[in-house]
């Protein structure tokens, strides 16, 4: 399966499940995952319980993560930087 199609079942499979009235915005996270082999990036996505455009953490404060919290993404994919 590509990168694309499990990228957009994960989304499908977090956002099925209902979200706290909580949550007032999504943010979708880059981060460097260790000791996975062949992946240098990967995507997490919360649900934060504020948001502010003027705020640049407003995405710290989170209140909600799907069942599984993020995927790695393959380095054929995304390169190494």
Same mark, same amino acid.
């Given at each position: 399966?590509?990168?694309?199609? *499990? =990228?957009?079942r ?12 909580? $949550?007032?915005?999504?943010? =979708? ?5 260790? #000791?996975?082999?062949? $992946?240098? =990036? #990967? ?5 934060? #319980? ?13 209140v909600?993560?799907? *069942? $599984? ?13």
């Open positions: 399966m590509s990168f694309e199609d *499990q =990228f957009s994960w989304i499908d499979d977090s956002l099925a499940a209902d979200t706290p009235s909580s $949550v007032k915005a999504f943010s =979708f996270n880059l981060c460097e995952p260790a #000791g996975i082999a062949g $992946v240098k =990036f #990967g995507v997490e996505l919360i649900g934060a #319980g504020t948001f502010d455009e003027d705020d640049p953490d407003w995405a710290c404060n989170d909600w993560e799907p *069942q $599984v919290r993020g995927i790695p993404i393959p380095k054929n994919y995304s390169g190494e930087s």
